[in-house]
């Protein structure tokens, strides 16, 4: 149980171009999901909270234009990269609490990650 | 201003050399802390989560505990297959953000 997927895993594309990235919880509910950035070796760096119906919650220093989050269900949230530039290369992670089943718990699930590449 | 520190930052173990990694945390009002596990180019995976000081929890060969600034991740007789990354992070009440610490990075040679 409690299984967050990402789609795409890998993604290579020209500066400029946007780029969308899906995060689906595939068995629970969750109104609330997280998107991270990781470059390497570092830790993850919480970039925004997505809440279903509503709008997202960004981090100081994160510019909401550039990053577009969309929670349009229950158990999909999707973060758009726009104009992407080779400094927006990095390991994207999302992940998102189990609401339904887990009441009294607080951990976060988090999805395999996407490897943005920006040539 | 809330603050998670994790030490060492890397470490080497031999195969069943156990040892432990620490988790200080300066936070108003802690409702949990958390420990993952994260292989490279992968998502953290979750381990455990402690909310209060005194609390201890266990699975196979790691054992994580909880005091009012610390956790700690304990490794018994690791293999090989314990390398990874050990995270921490906490959360405050009121909120389900995380306060990730930079990670542990555990080498453990055959």
């Known amino acids: 149980g409690a299984v967050v997927s990402q789609h795409p895993s890998w993604v290579i594309c020209k500066s400029g171009t946007s780029v969308k990235i899906e995060c689906r919880s595939l068995?629970?509910?969750?109104?609330?999901m997280f998107w991270y950035r990781q470059f390497p070796k570092q830790s993850l760096m919480l970039m925004a909270t997505?809440?279903?119906?509503?709008?997202?919650?960004?981090e100081q220093g994160v510019e909401k234009d550039k990053f577009l989050i969309n929670h349009a269900s229950l158990t999909l949230s999707t973060l758009t990269v726009t104009s992407a530039h080779p400094e927006d290369s990095s390991f994207y992670i999302c992940?998102?609490?189990?609401?339904?089943?887990?009441?009294?718990?607080?951990?976060?699930?988090f999805g395999p990650g996407t490897r943005l590449t920006v040539t | 201003e809330d603050q998670v520190t994790q030490s060492p930052e890397a470490l080497r173990l031999q195969e069943g050399e156990s040892s432990s990694l620490n988790c200080s945390y300066t936070?108003?009002?802690?409702?949990?802390l958390f420990w993952y596990r994260q292989d490279p180019g992968k998502g953290p995976e979750f381990l455990f989560t402690?909310?209060?000081a005194g609390e201890e929890k266990e699975k196979e060969r790691l054992k994580a505990t909880l005091t009012k600034k610390e956790s700690f991740l304990h490794i018994t007789a690791p293999k090989p297959e314990d390398s990874a990354t050990y995270l921490c992070?906490?959360?405050?009440?009121?909120?389900?953000?995380?306060?990730f610490g930079t990670g542990t990075r555990l080498k453990v040679l055959a």
């Open positions: 992940s998102a609490r189990d609401e339904g089943t887990r009441l009294d718990s607080y951990e976060q699930y």
């Open positions: 068995d629970f509910q969750a109104t609330t």
């Open positions: 997505s809440n279903e119906g509503s709008k997202a919650t960004y």
């Open positions: 936070v108003s009002g802690l409702r949990g």
């Open positions: 402690l909310y209060s």
């Open positions: 992070a906490v959360q405050r009440s009121g909120t389900y953000k995380y306060i």
